[in-house]
């Protein structure tokens, strides 16, 4: 979605829904996200919320002491999407899945992009089987 649309925000409609469901149905919420801004804005949503490099280096020395890292009832949420490379990306998604989580991926394609090479979150968009929701109307800014 645009910038002002809200996207971040809308994690809040989602924990509350999520912290609606019964206890012994509500998954796990994890924010990633690419930079500590982005994870704050996270937390101040009610996502419990990590950087993604941190996600990506935690898990992988679990994997290395020999520990299957078990993701199952996991929703991860990917906030700022669009400023992720190819190879982290592409790491995130295969460790989660290999865990048994689920991923939902959030950003603007017209915002900052990643440094590292690659639109992952673009080619998700135009090029995936992935289900794709766009956010249009601006709610942040006033005319």
Known sequence: GYAGVGKTTQFRAVMSAVNMLPESERPRVVGLGPTH???????????DAQTLASFLHDTQLQQRSGETPDFSNTLFLLDESSMVGNT????????????????VASGDTDQLQAIA???PFRLQQTRSAAD?????EIVRQTP
């Open 37 to 47: 801004r982005a994870v704050g804005e996270m937390r101040s949503a009610g996502v």
């Open 88 to 103: 982290d990306m592409a790491r995130a998604y295969a460790l989660i899945a290999a865990g048994g989580g689920r991923a």
């Open 117 to 119: 090479p690659g639109q």
């Open 132 to 136: 794709v929701a766009i956010m249009k």
